[in-house]
């Protein structure tokens, strides 16, 4: 049996920082998951994911990760995906110290 | 210590530039990221969760006040302020963007370090005895050796397509500190009969299948030491699975044919091997040896550290628990504590890094270590400056008198850092080291490692851990596991599973009961967690984890 397709959103690493970051639907990168596009149809996540895996000298590690769909943008529905979104946990050191 | 000599200086610089320009072609869009991955690894620059992360190699954790000065540069400039120190006594920084790090390798080779090896399938950073060249217990300064291997292993033709990574380990006392026994090669140095000779250990390892290294050869001649190891790394060059990256390492091919059939065929390389050996090998580990000379220690009073000890119970706090006999009597080993109640273990600040490199310089013959449980030593200094000493270090936050105890855990970065773990490691290390902190437990509970892993690979040693935490993934949710009675020591043992993993905000409370039923059963206070747990087995800490009843007692 087909498994249903779940939300997700596009995500990477910057080649020059190595910054996690997320594909909008301008089809640029943002830094912040909340302006992330997200992906509910599967054809078309195939193909923007194909888009995203051709910019290889902008990103590295492109892949598509499961995200819950909110009021206020896309919510991990992982912790792993949890702590990319926000950075490590210990220190103030991520993208929490950014927005601070 | 050893010095580059002109062509250790010229081989750095050319990778350098080598890497340098690889960099640039990858950023021009010359190299995929297919072709660079492994070219960056070759140089010790991981991709990570949130960032590049660099691993730089202190070989046998050796280090000088001008290299450690260097990592605080390096910290400041291009990372975050701080260096984390891991249990391969190197450094990682957390933070470095990919244009910087040809600038970070130049910066490290001005100080003679380097990134080399320290990942893929290579022979890697080799390790030692944190305590080597000071220890009273030593029978001989390992790091001569381990330089040898380090400098027959970089580059080595026939060893750049192993079929998993090679770790090598080496210890110069009985009392092994370097965990030798959960390497793929671990060497200890033994005098019989008046002659020095190796002991060689091999199929140890921790990872997701932990095994204890096998005795593959009771005493070697120092002259065999070089074409024996060749020999057994050639075996397993061949011999080694490349079909399933989880029966690649030496362990498994010791385990599958047998330590007996491994044996004979080392044996038969050894002996189509050493006479390729001109002895050239001999006569440059003699010049290593004088480049490890020990420092010219003075002698004099130790007034000063008497009187300190009478008169200051935090002085002596710190002295009970973070000094080791030195072979000079005047003299004493000091392990700095890099794991202060609440911080994450094994990080240092760039201004910590520079204290503790002027600190070497004024008490410590210029010399630092850097062990595998993640603290920095001093490894010579006069009593009489401990006193001084104790204090430059507490006010740099640096003077936690809490080596070998409870909150001296073992943590590997965990999820927070590291794009493998399946869980944190850093939280939970930080919320016991705090609990029991709180509690004022720490020193009535007495020698406990904690040693805590975030995934199956097993980084942070829980395996070898009187009490071992591995933090898995459970259906979507951190899970730690526990396991007992562990010992990485000459005798070393992997730890026994208690049963189901603990959520975790489960854990710090099963710690607790695991600990109060320790100091419930244990027959003194002269009776360590471990020779508790020997003596009486799972039984009662299994009871206090998991039956209701018992666990509330506990509490």
Known sequence: ?100 | MYRYNAFDTAFIAERNAQFRAQVERRIDGSLTEDEFKPLRLMNGLYLQLHAYMLRVAIPYGTLNSAQMRQLAMIAERWDKGYGHFTTRQNIQFNWPKLRDVPDILDALAEVEMHAIQTSGNTIRNVTADHFAGAAADEVADPRPVAELIRQWSTDHPEFQFLPRKFKVAVTGSPNDRAVTAAHDIGLRIVERDGKIGYQVLVGGGLGRTPMIGKLLADFLPEADLLPYIEAAVAVWNLLGRRDNKYKSRIKITVHEHGIDDIRARVEEAFARIKPTFSGVDQTMLAAIRTQFAPPNLRDGSTHHYDAAYVGNAMFRAFADTNLTVHKHPDHAIVTISLKAHGAPPGDATADQMRLMADLAERYGYDELRISHEQNVILPHVHKSDLPALYTALREAGLGTANIGLISDIIACPGMDYCALATARSIPIAQEIALRFDELKLEHEIGEMKIKISGCINACGHHHVGHIGILGLDRAGVESYQITLGGDHREDARVGDRTGPGFAADELLPAIERIVYAYLDQRSGPEETFLATYQRLGMAPFKAALYDEAASYAAE
């Open chain 1, 1 to 100: 049996m087909l498994r249903e397709f779940t939300p997700k959103v596009i995500t990477a690493n910057a080649l020059l920082e190595g910054d996690v970051v997320y594909l909008t639907d301008a089809g640029t990168w943002t830094r912040h998951l909340s302006e992330a596009e997200i992906l509910t149809d599967e054809a078309d996540a195939e193909l923007r994911l194909l888009d995203a895996q051709a910019q290889a000298s902008t990103v590295v590690g492109v892949y598509l990760a499961d995200m819950t769909p909110t009021e206020h943008g896309p919510e991990p529905t992982h912790f792993r995906e949890g702590f990319r979104r926000t950075g490590p946990s210990n220190y103030n050191h991520g993208k929490q110290a950014e927005r601070a």
